[in-house]
């Protein structure tokens, strides 16, 4: 597992399927087949960045549909 962001290996597992970039400050949450990433702010609002990564994300869904489970 690397940050889709900045690839860094300095993921945290906060959750069940719930990571956490130690050098971007971004979460994400894996699901079977697909991605969703968040921005934390510093007052604790949530925002999205699957605008933002929407190809990484269709990358990593390619990926997991390729390796045999
Ligand atoms: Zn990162």
Redesign the pocket.
């Known amino acids: 597992m690397k940050?889709?962001?900045?690839?860094?290996k300095?993921?945290g597992k906060i959750g069940k399927q719930h990571y956490y970039?130690?050098?971007?400050?971004?979460e994400f949450t894996v699901h079977a087949e697909k991605l969703d990433l968040y921005q934390v702010e510093k007052d604790g609002t949530v925002s999205s960045l699957n605008d933002l990564f929407i190809e990484e994300i269709r990358n990593y869904a390619d990926q997991q549909a390729m390796s045999p489970a």
């Open positions: 940050c889709l962001n900045c690839n860094s300095n993921i970039c130690w050098d971007c400050c971004i």
